[in-house]
């Protein structure tokens, strides 16, 4: 099949295009307000299904602008939706998987030709800028490419095995779970969510999932059940059932955790939990500042902090602190900061009223407790009083025990510390509750080799300029955290990743 990661920005830019990319995009932007405000019902069996209750989504970029009323499911529609999905198992399971995979690949091409246009609406529901949102959509199509393949190389994961008789033929056979529940986060809506759902869906799981194209692409009726409402409601209905085989979720270490103690009262079953970071970055006195400065830079502030792999905390080593602080102060100072929907947009807002007051408490805490280098106030100026847009923050002089360094924050606030040993900065990284990802800045191989052996994280980066803590790509660098970051160790978008979402079967016949 020859996997080949989408880059659909690269692409344009490769072929001098970037105004096509831009007016294809803008283009996307004005078709998709012609039907704001639409109702959206719930896809269970198949079927179109309307709740009498429903709740409307507005944009962070402006609350007054209404994208659309959803419908509010009951747990009875939960229910139904369980019911639907294991009744659809029973066939979906025993369909070739090269069957599964025509149909996988069939919507991926779907979604690649309306890029823009989910682009669009991306930007307007979760307000990245252009760039995050159409990187969120080509994630989602090499998610759904790359797990074909997978399965297609693996020949749908069975191998023969050793003879344990002459007379006997062994193989193992990996078989999917059954229903699995899928909870995807607010923050990549097409990647994430398409990732989770297709690696079950093409191993042979049947899905209910909050928050499809697949419908167009071919997929049977109940395979895929989508359902929208209160989180805690359709969350608490699918941890509950025992009708759900597996979990697949994504989103903080508080839901995650509770969600792995009430599954165990219910019975064993799979759980794959990514559940945040704390990211840490170090620069050492052999560092590129300019590097350095620029990696951090989008690592703290791209899509305004809200990404598990964000960059919230660097350790620079005392000689070159000042230099580093410095970089980063000028860049931050000339970073665009509004309306995502605007071409030279940067950082938009943030999600909601919620993470709105978070970023107002923790920058309270960091001119308190602290020194606040630059940032540190939301804007209020003009529109930006309808959204929920605040500055980028860094902050310098916190104890090292600090809950600044020590807390995900998921809001752009940037943690600077200084050290004098380097072993010191490898402990202070691993001091963390969370390993997911962590970057080091360094000339030095010792230093380097160190980091890499040392520092407990699912995802390392050496003096990369593009992002000091972001950015995985999929096939390339697979993305899953170790300790409180994650439970399997196996990252989303690897070779290990799909074997999670089957259980294995030994079959033996005698001849």
Known sequence: MGFENEHTVRKYLMSKGEEAFHHNY????????????????????????????????????????????????????????????KRAFEEWRRTDYKYRIGICVYAANLIAKRKFELAAWISYENGKNRYEAIADVDE??????????????????????????????????????????????????CAILVGMSMGALVTGNTIVLKPA???????????LNFITGSGETIGKTIVGSKDVAGIVFTGSKKVGYKMFKESSRVRPRQIIVEMGGKNPVIVTENADINKAAEGILKAAFGYSGQK?????????????????I???????????????LERNSFMGPLINSSAYNEYKKFAKIAFRDGKVMVGGMVKRNGDSKYGYYVEPTIVDGLPKNHRLLKEELFVPILCVAQYDDFNEALKLCNESVYGLTAGIYSTRNE????FLENIEAG???VNRVTSATTGAMVGCQPFGGWKD???TGKGTGGPYYLTQLMREQSQTIVE
């Open 308 to 324: 598990c792999s964000a960059c919230s905390r660097v350790y620079v080593q005392k000689n070159v602190k000042d230099s580093l």
């Open 326 to 340: 410095k970089g980063l102060v000028q860049r931050t100072k000339n970073l665009s900061i509004g309306n995502p």
């Open 459 to 461: 995802v390392l980066y």
């Open 213 to 223: 194209i697949m419908k167009e692409a071919g997929l049977p009726d109940g395979v």
């Open 140 to 189: 989602a199509i090499d998610f759904i490419k790359y797990y074909s393949e997978e399965m297609d190389r693996n020949k749908g994961f069975q191998i023969q095995t050793k003879k344990a008789d002459t007379n006997e033929r062994s193989r193992s056979v990996m078989k999917p779970f059954g229903v699995c529940g899928v909870i995807g986060p607010f923050n990549f809506p």
């Open 485 to 487: 970051s994650g439970t």
């Open 447 to 450: 230093e380097i080799e160190s």
């Open 26 to 85: 803008e283009e996307a932007i004005n078709n998709i307000k012609l039907v704001f405000g639409k109702k959206y019902p719930m896809i269970i069996d198949g079927k179109i299904v309307e709740s009498p209750e429903t709740f409307v989504h507005t944009s962070p970029i402006d609350t007054r602008l209404r994208l659309g009323y959803f419908s509010r499911a009951t747990t009875e529609h939960v229910q139904r939706a369980i019911k639907a999905a």
